[in-house]
């Protein structure tokens, strides 16, 4: 199946370019949250670059364990560590699946995420501060990417509605906007100036506060390597993998329905919703299977990823949506 489908998922760049122009840029817890624990990577920030940039230090994961949840059992085998943690779609590091050693670059400490928009207070909250408030617990999640491969992660983190609560948005906000780190001097991708950067997703307030919308901070007993996201990503496991904003800087409550980095460049193929559907083809591919990463196993793809009992309800009455695109 995979065959007949182009390298990447997004459409090329010489395809994507005029799209993106016309659409214009943008019309814990508990005991492990200690003493920096948390911290994500220890790295001498900075000398890299002095070596000319071409190589970042090889970045050192600290142990982050949490109790694990088991109300969500994955039903699957976990993915490979190494496996899940090697083939990535990243693109600010580049459009290719290897991206470790780019990413390697990623200053994830300190960190800061931004709460903005329709909230009592805006403010700013470091992400060590932020560990303090939240209790971590490990959910292990299966994962769609939208190009039809899949993992299924131990994943360590908090759901997104402790944030909500902590951000303390207006009764007026219906949507959650979600920014991720765009610095030129680390990623590399930024310079491909086709690409509406910042990376953006959105969530309804509903969808947020959903019990399994989790923000990770971890991954395998670890904290999140720097390509999957460090130091604090989304985990949306019954919608396509692209929904899952890594290394995110800024999360902003709004009343209009946020417009998505892939949506930007290719709104017929990457919706705002895009949840999980077996029996919608993305317009150049099926999706009714999916590759396991690691055994490279084909299996079938199920509607909302599995997840239908926690989350099929949510839409009933969205009956003129494109849930599934
Ligand atoms: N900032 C940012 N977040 C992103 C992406 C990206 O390119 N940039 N890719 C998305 C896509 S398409 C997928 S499938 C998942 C992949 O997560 P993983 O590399 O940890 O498996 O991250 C999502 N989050
Ligand atoms: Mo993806």
């Not at 016309?22 to 948390?38: E, F, K, Q, Y």
């Not at 307030?205 to 007993?221: D, I, K, P, R």
């Not at 993998?241 to 009343?255: C, L």
């Not at 299996?299 to 949506?321: C, F, H, L, Q």
Request: with cysteine; glycine share 8%; hydrophobic share 40%.
């Amino acid at each position: 199946m995979f065959v007949h489908r182009r390298r990447g998922w997004e459409i090329a760049p010489s395809k994507a370019t005029p799209e993106a122009v016309v659409l214009g840029r943008r019309g814990l817890i508990g005991a492990a949250a200690g003493a920096g624990i948390l911290a994500a990577s220890a790295r001498p920030a900075g000398a890299w670059s002095l070596l000319g940039g071409s190589k970042a230090p090889p970045v050192v994961l600290k142990p982050l364990t949490a109790p694990r949840n088991a109300r969500y059992d994955a039903g699957r085998a976990i993915t490979d560590e190494h496996e899940a943690t090697s083939y990535n779609n990243y693109y600010e590091f580049g459009m290719s699946k290897s991206v470790t050693d780019a990413a390697a670059a990623l200053v994830s400490d300190p960190w800061t995420i931004e709460i903005a928009g329709m909230v009592n207070t805006p403010r700013r909250i470091g992400f060590d501060e932020l560990m303090k408030q939240v209790t971590l617990e490990e959910r292990v999640y299966r994962h769609r990417c939208v190009e039809a491969w899949a993992m299924t992660v131990p994943w360590v983190g908090f759901p997104l509605a402790a944030l909500v609560k902590l951000a303390e948005p207006l009764g007026s906000a219906s949507y959650v906007k979600f920014t991720t780190l765009a610095d030129t001097k680390t990623m590399p991708g930024l310079r491909q100036s086709w690409y509406p950067w910042p990376y953006t997703e959105g969530l309804t307030m509903q969808e947020a506060m959903n019990e399994l919308t989790f923000l990770s901070v971890g991954m395998y007993g670890k904290t999140i390597p720097p390509q999957d996201g460090a130091p604090i990503r989304l985990t949306v496991p019954w919608k396509y993998g692209f929904k899952s904003a890594k290394s995110i800087v800024r999360v902003e409550f709004t009343d209009q329905q946020p417009l998505s980095f892939w949506q930007q460049l290719q709104d017929s193929e990457y919706g705002f919703w895009a949840n999980v559907n077996p029996d919608v083809p993305h317009p150049r591919w099926s999706q009714a299977e999916e590759r396991l990463l690691g055994t490279g196993e084909s299996v079938p793809t199920r509607i909302w990823n599995g997840y239908g009992e926690y989350v099929a309800s949510m839409y009933a009455d969205k009956t003129k949506e494109r849930l599934f695109v």
